[in-house]
């Protein structure tokens, strides 16, 4: 069946360390994959997208990795800052008609000063 | 920058009551989402609108569910009996391409059922 899980339930750095958050997935029909920040009280938000005809994509301090091989998703966030402390999650649509986004179980980021 | 947003911020009712969740999704968007996190857990998928019909919906979205799209700017997730375990924080999203594409969502919808 498909699913979409973390690695790690937490994670916790040191302000300035670059942070590397793993996301596993399943469904080998998966051809796009989102990474979302949720904050305390606050909806997903948008970080990064890349799909499945990608292997890197780069953001402003964030990098996404896909290794469709083994079925692994990253973030990479360079220089981690306090305001990155959050839950993150990975996210995954099969494409076609299918529009749900199906998401891991998330990754609480813990940046400390 | 555009945004989804939602309201009312948090809502309180009584079990057997109906419920009423609103969104404004982002104006130029297409494709319109219900989505639901019970305290803890991870973010699950409800329902996804298009073309003023459901395209897709999950398990979770049975008959004591609707959405609507009432009028050119306004989405609404509708439970018409609410159980305890419809306690939950729900999300309304919004995308311009289908499903292999952005979802941007709002800030949610606290809804406790006492």
Redesign the interface.
Known sequence: GESVGLHLPTLSVQEGDNSIINCAYSNSAS??F?W?KQESG?????II?I?SNMDKRQGQRVTVLLNKTVKHLSLQIAATQPGDSAVY?C?E??????????????TLLTVNP | EPEVTQTPSHQVTQMGQEVILRCVPISNHLYFYWYRQILGQKVEFLVSFYNNEISEKSEIFDDQFSVERPDGSNFTLKIRSTKLEDSAMYFCASGFGGGADTQYFGPGTRLTVL
């Open positions: 051809d796009y989102i979302y606050k909806g997903p938000q948008f997208d799909r999650f996210a649509n099969s494409g076609g008609s299918n529009y749900k986004l199906t998401f891991g179980k998330g």
